[in-house]
């Protein structure tokens, strides 16, 4: 029979253990989006289960929508005041975002500028806007030249080319025409693929150009060297005729690629992120070798991408803390570990990067040496850039149009495009 | 005149080869497509027309790695549902501006018809706002309640509803019928191939409406079978096997419910009940 | 006691009530919403979006992605429009003439209809490939020249179109099949025994009393959001996933541009501008088709 005092006490206790355990029990719900990707799923699940044992009072949710629409939902979502915490952008598209409001800075306290760029490969600083950081990659890839080993073999070729020359000649070797039919390409031109930037960010400089000011806000390839170097990818097709662009099947996605892994094509430039498909899709040897150079002394050049995890304005107080933590997490070495394994994709941080296993590897190697000479070119309107570099190529290919007027429409258009953005700010 | 020197089976021969080719022409893709869903991924880009090995493995690979029934189900549901509302809705609306006179018919027609003319990409997001402010995303209505009526079904039945004679209508009324009754008993019945044809179109309009399903749903069981296709393609690469048998198993659905109305629907009827 | 005309007003009122309220909620209102934003500069927060007035149109007459889209439709129409309505009407009469396998033929012709875009975008791609597609080994083994189709900038609209109206045809022929199962049999009776002929019955039976149906065909052809070639988009987009409305701009529309400017740049005020520019357009150009076409059954 209890007394007065202990039934208080018991009821004390009781109502203290109820709070404790309301307080303790509520978890904090983030929501992270991205487009739907087999393997990046995988690894952000995985992570995600690793990040919530640590953090038992938050609870990640993960939804993935199709490529083709990711940015609709954005679009939509984010100004209903809902959608995600964290959104996985490529890094092109941040002006875009940041302007129209779809994004917030990194916090400073939890991501300082001054460790980011101490830490993370160079060219995270394409991350970076108004003196802010607005997201950060777990992984980066850049480019490099996949090529037919058979192929290869059966016509004689020792060695992947070292110059341009060399590919052309190589490429001349392998290209077989059958009455007007292009039956099997030496070389895949794709200027809807990778070939776009590499007029921009590599053959322009290699020919002694620069493609745009330092803080990408004036276009400066229109010089008699931007002009040899789009003259110079033209003619691959116009005149060596060692491809062109299209083959083997126009307008399918990555159809450059579908070509190599069919054995219609024996060399492309593609990234790192194809390795996947090229790895499940060819059946026959294949290479990586660096992107080649103009000279066999010559500059070497790269073009290199990531895709970002960045904070939308949804998260505030407590969810921001919590988004911080996860961005944290899977910006971790450890987690960089984790998605070289199951992704497949370079790690982000310097101190990652310089492992000699991975230097050395048959694959990996040449796209991770390519990094520390590789520039990310900072988009203000990625889609519209990247067309106006496509139809510049194709002005010349298909339409007839001199390389000297093409690339003075291009600039002229690109100049408009980032005079429009930077000068409403 | 032409039709009757040459000899009759002549020209039926004809008529048939010239018929079999479009039917050719209009086939060809989807045998393409066909043939290709039963290729695995490496031999899609070889140039054989027949597959080698034929499999089923495409198949079994979408059932298996996403809740395609479940898919199926939702765009069962949503199709039906919005189709049965267009069809009722569309035709009182297409009667009442065919057959009836109210002032303000002319504006009203305008206005409605000129709601077509907006494309539905920039509705969605006026359509998702109102979506999260009354909790609709990620429910059924959510999906389907900007299909419950179009201006494509009005018209249609407006249009349609011209050839149905006055007289007709107005013996009706003799008869003691209210105007529903008009409606409903002499107007409605004679217009099966129309409201035929609204169904049809409509079902698959809806059947393959992309966008705004995607837009609105976010859960994955929740999703219809053209969101769901979508998620075969990516940044590097599309599963072109998985896709070509997703959208075999999309087409096949509708295949049927347009095998099961136009040979209900479709056949023209006879003039009984109209004066000539 | 409510005069007659009153009366039926009143049913008409009462029939019309329920769709007029969705109309106006689920199409109007968002209608006017979507165009308030052509007014602004769009931001997500509500907060922060700015009024910008005529701004975004007068970008737009100086934009020339947009003036290439504008041009593009006007060649789109001509090729689209006619093609689909004359050929469904065609081959409708020619369905319905059959004695035979009506039924198996018309789900023939409306096969490409039903089927996903994405998926027959593709087969298309590679059936029309210049140098390894169907298309061009068929051309070439009878001595026909190969074809650039979709990666020419001079052939790709006309190829879009063409794919288009393959696609389409089959939307038409359904409506067009409705209309003359309207037409009694009698008539055509009557006009055989008056001694016309085909072409006389086709002219003065047929066509007068398909005449709703052919203007709704051809205002659907024309302007409607689902097959109109005015709203034409996502076969644009799937047939050249990585270069749309190319080569070189040559296939873009103006729905692809609103797009491309709405959901890849964010900018929805500009989009808005250039939706209510569309609208305008589509307004116009179905009001004119309408003066032209419909005329009163009696």
């Known amino acids: 029979m209890l007394s007065k005092l202990g039934i208080k006490i018991l009821g004390l206790c009781f109502g203290l253990t109820l709070i404790g355990l309301n307080l303790s029990a509520r978890p904090i719900t983030i929501v992270y989006w991205q487009y739907e990707f087999a393997t990046k799923v995988r690894a952000i699940d995985e992570l995600i289960k690793r990040f919530e044992a640590e953090n038992p009072d938050i609870k990640v949710i993960h939804e993935t929508f199709p490529y083709a629409a990711f940015a609709e939902k954005v679009a939509a979502a984010v100004p209903a005041g809902v959608g995600p915490h964290i959104v996985n952008l490529y890094y092109g598209w941040l002006p875009a975002w940041q302007r129209a409001g779809y994004l917030q800075p990194l916090p400073e306290e939890w991501f300082p500028a001054q460790e980011i760029e101490s830490e993370f490969a160079p060219l995270v600083r394409a991350a970076k806007m108004n003196g802010q950081y607005w997201g950060l990659p777990t992984a980066v890839r850049t480019l490099a030249l996949f090529y037919n080993i058979d192929l290869f073999e059966q016509n004689g070729i020792a060695k992947p080319p070292e110059t341009w020359d060399e590919l052309i000649d190589i490429a001349k070797k392998l290209t077989i025409w059958q009455d007007g039919t292009l039956v099997r390409a030496g070389f895949g031109m794709a200027p809807d693929g990778q070939d776009h930037h590499l007029v921009r960010e590599v053959l322009i400089r290699q020919f002694g150009g620069t493609p745009y000011s330092e803080d990408y806000r004036q276009v400066l390839y229109n010089t008699p060297e931007g002009v040899r170097a789009l003259k110079f990818y033209t003619d691959l097709a116009l005149v060596h005729k060692i491809g062109e662009p299209d083959f083997p099947f126009p307008g399918v996605a990555g159809y450059y690629r579908e070509g190599f892994n069919a054995g219609l094509i024996a060399m492309i430039v593609d990234g790192s992120f194809a390795i996947g498909t090229i790895q499940r899709g060819a059946r026959f040897r294949w290479g990586v070798a660096e992107l080649p150079r103009l000279t066999p002394d010559g500059e070497r050049h790269n073009f290199a991408s990531f895709w970002m995890h960045a904070l939308t304005p949804r998260a505030q107080g407590a969810e921001l803390e919590a988004a911080c933590k996860f961005l944290k997490f899977i910006t971790s070495p450890e987690a960089m570990e984790l998605w070289l394994q199951m992704v497949g994709e370079l790690p982000a941080r310097l101190s990652l990067l310089n492992r000699p296993e991975l230097l050395d590897d048959p694959i990996y190697g040449p796209f991770m040496r390519a990094l520390p000479y590789s520039h990310a070119t900072f988009f203000v309107d990625e889609a519209r850039q990247r067309q106006i570099m496509i139809d510049a190529i194709l002005r010349v290919i298909r339409a007839g149009v001199s390389p000297e007027a093409s690339l003075a429409t291009a600039a002229a258009e690109e100049q408009a495009v980032l005079d429009a953005f930077w000068g409403k700010r | ?276 | 006691m409510l005069s007659l005309s009153r009366r039926r007003a009143l049913w008409a009122y009462a029939f019309i009530f329920l769709p007029l309220l969705l109309f106006a909620f689920f199409r109007v209102y968002p209608l006017f919403q979507a165009f308030h934003l052509a007014f602004g500069r769009w931001h997500a927060d509500p907060g922060q979006r700015t009024f910008v007035g005529l701004d975004n149109f007068r970008r737009l007459f100086g934009d020339p992605r947009f003036l290439q889209a504008l041009r593009n439709m006007g060649l789109y129409m001509v090729l689209a429009v006619p093609g689909q309505v004359i050929l469904g009407l065609a081959l409708a009469l020619v369905l319905n003439a059959l004695p035979r396998g009506r039924g198996f033929f018309r789900a023939i012709y409306f096969l490409p209809y039903i089927t996903p875009a994405v998926a027959i975008s593709w087969a298309w791609s590679f059936m029309l490939s210049p140098h390894l597609g169907v298309v061009n080994r068929v051309l070439r083994w009878i001595g026909l020249p190969a074809q650039s189709f979709l990666t020419s900038p001079a052939q790709a609209l006309p190829t879009v179109a063409a794919i288009v109206v393959w696609q389409f045809i089959g939307f038409h022929i359904v409506l067009f099949l409705a209309a003359l199962a309207n037409i009694p049999k009698e008539l055509y009776e009557a006009a055989r025994i008056d001694g016309a002929s085909a072409w006389a019955s086709f002219r003065y039976v047929t066509l007068p009393l398909i005449n709703p149906t052919l203007v709704l065909s051809i205002v659907m052809a024309t302007g409607s959001p689902t097959i109109g070639i005015l709203q034409l988009f996502t076969q644009v987009l799937n047939l050249r996933f990585y270069d749309p409305g190319g080569p070189v701009g040559s296939t873009a529309t103006i729905v692809l541009y609103m797009y491309q400017v709405g959901f890849k740049r964010f900018e929805l005020g500009y989009a808005s501008a250039i939706a209510v520019l569309l609208f305008i357009i589509i307004a116009v150009i179905t009001l004119i088709q309408y003066k032209l076409t419909a005329r009163r059954i009696d």
């Open chain 2, 1 to 276: 005149m032409w039709g009757s020197k040459l000899p009759k089976f002549l020209f039926w021969i004809y008529l048939y080869l010239l018929v079999l080719l479009g039917a050719v022409i209009m086939v060809f893709p989807f045998v393409w497509m066909f043939l290709t869903s039963l290729k695995p991924l490496p031999e899609i880009y070889t140039l054989n027309w027949w597959p080698r090995n034929p499999t089923l493995a495409n198949y079994y690979a979408v059932l298996q790695t996403y809740p395609f029934g479940r898919w199926f189900l939702n765009s069962v549901v949503v199709a039906i549902i919005t189709t049965i509302s267009m069809v009722l809705l569309s035709s009182v609306t297409g009667y009442a501006l065919a057959k009836l006179d109210f002032p303000g018919k002319r504006i009203i027609f305008v206005g409605i018809l000129a709601t077509m003319f907006i494309p539905t990409e920039l509705l969605v997001i006026p359509w998702y706002s109102m979506s999260v402010q009354w909790n609709w995303v990620d429910t059924y209505w959510g999906i389907l309640f900007p299909g419950l009526i179009h201006a494509f079904g009005v018209f249609l039945m407006r249009q349609f509803f011209f050839s149905v004679p006055n007289d007709l209508l107005d013996a009706g009324r003799v008869d003691g019928l209210s105007e529903f009754g008009v409606f409903w008993k002499v107007a409605l019945p004679l217009m099966k191939p129309a409201l035929g044809a609204l169904a049809i179109l409509n079902f698959v309009g809806n059947w393959n409406a992309f966008l705004w399903p995607l837009i609105v749903t976010s859960r994955r069981d929740l999703f219809t079978l053209p969101v769901g296709l979508a998620m075969f393609s990516g940044e590097a690469g599309v599963q072109w096997n998985l896709i070509t048998a997703g959208a075999t198993l999309t087409v096949l659905p509708t295949i049927i419910v347009f095998l099961v109305f136009q040979r209900a629907i479709l056949e023209s009827i006879t003039a009984s009940g109209l004066k000539g």
